[in-house]
């Protein structure tokens, strides 16, 4: 990133009138929810930091940059009001040139109970493009060049993405008309099994349906990048195998460190590495734990991101944190259900006891992760070639290969 973002101050819908236009809710701060933590880094250090982000490209391959209500238990309604605000200031204080946004994800329950409505995720991509359109610091990413534009500019490139498949139903021409509307990225499930395939909630693992091969068909042949983070584990060999492209599992940890249904195992994550995809790190409250660390912070998370280094190399692994602005445990209690955390969380190890914590420190929000995984790495002594790699550098080779 250049070192200075060009932010002119705008915030979300600024262009209508609060309770008038829309219904105003009070929303937690996007620069200061919880005290600011930073790795501590002598003098040499923070100059190679400074040079580092001077000079190379910054990608998050998974967040969510809405921002949520203070109190996390007005999201329902929130949500129903299908406005929802981005962290502009807070993505202005952060290290990212470019971020995976996914939307509303799980909660896109605008009008129906279940949510992932063809209906509901078009209003949620064109009301978050509405916004988008009235202002100048975000660049709406439709393709590489764009990133290399909000690298020289001080700006942000912007990437829609949603995590499953389910509103195209039987429709394939439907990835078409998301493609048009500017999505870049799409998972296979969102944990759920759908018509493409089986997710990770599922007990037995019916791999990738004959409609789900001609869905992948379709991405490829559209330029949409694949991913399979809430796939179940054959359903991600059986797309893997299929793509003629790379996919990606955007945001994810190794099963061999800490034994969940959200986890890869080891097959998984060679098998995307072996066809050239990259594994983008997960930082989301109690997930990427280890036997080691069961306090989530950024030592667990760099556990399994050193685990995965040493599995399948530097040149198939990055970041994906999936951090939010706002009180990401609390939207955990809210929306349990909803995102399959129990299923996620579901393992048949007796030995899986953990320290629950309040947030993350020093991966609370897409702006801290920005900051703290690059300083880790820094403080840590890897070399500028590999910090570049597993910042950006990864994740730019495969989008050159996958997006037309």
């Known amino acids: 990133m250049s070192l200075t973002k060009n932010y002119d101050k705008y915030r979300s819908f600024q262009y209508l009138e609060a309770d008038k236009d829309y219904t105003a809710f009070k929303l937690a701060s996007d620069t200061n929810r919880v005290p600011a933590y930073l790795i501590p880094l002598d003098e040499a250090q923070e100059q190679k930091v400074r040079q580092l982000l001077q000079d190379n490209i ?36 952060s ?12 909660l896109c329950q605008i009008h129906s109970k279940s949510g992932w409505k063809w209906s509901e995720v078009l209003h949620d991509l064109g009301m978050r493009l509405c916004d988008i359109a009235h202002q100048d610091f975000i660049i709406h990413c439709k393709g590489v060049a764009d990133i290399e534009q909000a690298h020289r500019e001080g700006k ?18 439907r990835l078409d008309i998301l493609y048009g509307f500017g999505l870049r990225s799409i998972g296979i499930t969102y944990s759920e099994s759908n018509a493409l395939g089986s997710g990770l909630k ?22 949409l990048l694949i991913d399979c983070s809430h796939t179940g584990d054959q359903t991600a060999l059986d797309t893997i195998a299929h793509s003629k492209k790379p996919i990606v599992l955007s945001h994810i940890g190794a099963k061999a460190l800490w034994n969940t249904n959200r986890m890869a195992p080891d097959e998984v994550l060679k098998a995307c ?12 409250p109690h997930t990427t734990l280890t036997r080691k660390h069961r306090k989530h912070g950024i030592e ?16 198939h692994v990055s970041f994906g944190p999936d951090t939010v602005y706002g009180d990401h445990v609390g939207l955990h209690h809210a929306y349990s259900s909803s995102l399959s955390l129990k299923e996620s969380k579901a393992t048949q190890d007796p030995d899986m006891a953990y320290e629950p914590v309040e947030y993350v420190q020093g991966l609370e929000n897409p702006t801290e992760a920005s900051h703290n995984i690059l300083r880790y790495l820094v403080k840590a002594g890897y070399s500028d070639e590999d910090i570049i790699k597993v910042m950006g550098g990864n994740t730019l080779r495969v989008l050159r290969e996958v997006w037309h």
């Open 58 to 93: 910054y990608i998050s391959m998974h967040e969510h940059l809405g921002i949520f209500p203070d109190n996390v238990f007005e999201t329902p309604h929130y949500i129903r009001e299908g406005r929802m605000f981005t962290g502009f200031e807070g993505l202005a204080g």
């Open 95 to 106: 290290h990212w040139d470019a971020v995976f946004d996914n939307l509303m994800n799980g």
């Open 156 to 173: 942000i490139a912007w990437i829609a993405t949603m995590e499953g498949a389910a509103m195209i139903e039987n429709e394939l021409d």
């Open 202 to 223: 599922e007990t037995r693992d019916g791999g990738l349906t004959a409609f789900g091969k001609k869905a992948v068909e379709r991405m490829n042949k559209l330029g």
């Open 273 to 284: 590495a072996d066809k050239g995809g990259v594994i983008g790190v997960e930082a989301a």
């Open 300 to 315: 667990a998370v760099m556990e399994h991101f050193e685990y995965i280094r040493d599995l399948v190399g530097i040149d």
